[in-house]
């Protein structure tokens, strides 16, 4: 596969940054988030990386596109993607997911209590790696800007999960209550990302709110897009999909779709455990009702949004290219590998 | 029961700058927050809050006693008691105990998944609540000193909680260890707690040290007094203690008793989930092998080095035995109630 030239181009300082960030720590708890980073196996032997590093690439790709220095963003980039692993590692513990991309959760190796903590101290390490900007020449005021931009998406992404556990858990879920929720849960940080870009390149804060609204539509965009691959592109190699979310294909066709059809979705759905041999038979269903349809459409309206917002906020054209680029390779592969 | 005045000149105050920094928020998530603040019941409704907010009354104590203003250590005060909170949520899910002093927790109210959002929200406003500073004549270096100092006193609470995880595991612990990780993990706040006051007080780093020490001192003082009262105090009216943990007194018997008496402690101990009638039994082999007097020994000395602390950074003498008073309250009392 070959990788968008923004990812190319940052990829080895990102992971050496990141590196300096967490290896240099010796109490046993940064074990753990070595693993999570992708850096060591279960046993601390080491392996080596291949994760995607999303959020530092648009972090950098806006402040370059916007005239900023590579140099004095790095810390912020760096920030984000400490932040976006200590939500997942979070995350693994609150959905109960045994494994995180190829390999087991970090709760599943290390049990939920130990795994709570490596995630809260990822989180302060994010906040560290912060403050280091006044290190590379960024303000004292800026760093506390960016501060208070890192925390407001952070609100925002506890808020979203809430949002998202609740609506697991309800029975009728209309589809601007889903948006709504994936877009704080999937943007929050992608917002974040963006937005710090732009503030230390200098940018106001019209345009920096231009950038977050970007990154939110390509958070969208990635989680719509998860959405579509869970019931439809899931390769014989995935786990059997047997707990079904509610995503916006199926929130869709229980909307829309005629009474018969309701009810059979309806009960295909509501074992919440399925058989995964009735898998084929909901994805049918949904197909037949528009609901692939539905969700392609609004995955791609979500994308040009991000471009849009992007060029609103003065991105030259040449960068634009590179960054709808490396959103386009974020939408279709994810963010666990390269 | 008579309250210190320390308590009782700031507890109307904290406990309204407390409520303007959650109450204003509607998302549900914060309801939790609010139930974990003591503020309102499982169903919302308002309870009469009656917590003792010990590291406010810390920071604000440390500020007044080094001619600092209540008024700009508020913030920070306010912030080291939410990070506290977020600390005693996500604490109850890794122990794993479903009551909160006299509540049920709030994982056992919402489950673990919404509790560790919770969690991680609170320590966002703890974060929002320190940067409020600048609106009360703190200068953004300043600000940016004590989020280094809170974030500093957060990793090391993690690391102190890993290693308590890890010693609940481990056969044998000397008490240097268990020592070393009962001041992490009890004294980190405590120690943030004070340094903030004399940092915004504007003292110099030797002072800041020396606050942050007797901070420290406090919470392990705290925390083997807690240790004796576990074994010790419990009234009828406490939950039957059927899991013991590994605390002072049961290191120290282990590690100096006779054979025949550490054998006896060790067949009742290694059991981990106690028939509560042997209790009595462990408490008496701990006593005659002069572990009670031991560690009321080791938590006076702590009590002492909190007031030594505090006097070598130039506490005034009326403040000193202020801030004493507090202490043995605290001590004697706990946290949970006033």
Redesign the interface.
């Known amino acids: 596969m070959t990788l968008p030239d923004l990812i190319t181009r940052h990829q080895e300082a990102v992971e050496a940054t990141l590196q300096a960030t967490v290896e240099g720590r010796k109490?046993?708890?940064y074990r753990m988030m070595e693993y999570q980073m992708g850096w060591v196996d279960e046993t601390g032997t080491s392996v080596t990386s291949s994760m995607l590093r999303a959020h530092p690439t648009l972090t950098l790709g806006v402040c370059e596109a916007l005239g900023g220095s590579v140099e004095s963003a790095m810390p912020a980039a760096v920030a984000v993607e400490l932040l976006y692993q200590f939500a997942c590692v979070?995350d693994d513990?609150?959905?109960g997911t045994p494994d995180h991309g190829p390999r087991p959760s970090v709760w599943w190796v290390w049990g939920?209590?130990?795994a709570?903590?490596a995630g809260?101290?990822l989180?302060?390490?994010a906040?560290?790696s912060l403050?280091s900007m006044?290190n590379h020449g960024v303000s004292?005021?800026q760093?506390?800007a960016a501060?208070?931009v890192m925390?407001a998406a952070?609100?925002e992404l506890?808020?979203g999960?809430?949002q998202d556990?609740?609506i697991q858990g309800q029975v009728a879920v209309s589809q601007s209550t889903y948006l709504e929720m994936a877009e704080r849960r999937a943007g929050a940080l992608m917002g974040c990302a963006a937005q710090l870009g732009a503030l230390i390149a200098g940018a106001d804060e019209t345009v920096q709110e231009q950038c977050r609204q970007a990154g939110r539509k390509l958070g969208l965009a990635q989680h719509l897009q998860g959405d579509i691959n869970e019931l439809w592109n899931a390769t014989p190699d995935d786990a059997p999909l047997t707990i079904v979310r509610k995503s916006l294909p199926i929130i869709y066709a229980i909307e829309t779709a005629p009474v018969a059809v309701k009810r059979e979705i309806g009960t295909l759905f509501m074992t919440r455990v399925m058989d995964p041999q009735d898998m084929p038979r909901l994805a049918e269903l949904l197909g037949e009702a528009g609901a692939r349809t539905h969700c392609i459409e609004a995955a791609e309206s979500a994308s040009a949004a991000y471009r849009a917002s992007l060029e609103s906020a003065g991105v030259p054209s040449a960068s634009l290219d590179e960054l709808a680029a490396f959103g386009a390779h974020l939408i279709q592969h994810g963010t666990t590998g390269a």
């Open positions: 109490d046993p708890l979070h513990i609150q959905d939920p209590a130990q709570i903590n809260d101290a989180h302060v390490l906040r560290l403050f006044v004292t005021e760093v506390l501060t208070k925390d952070s609100l506890f808020e999960q809430h556990l609740q």
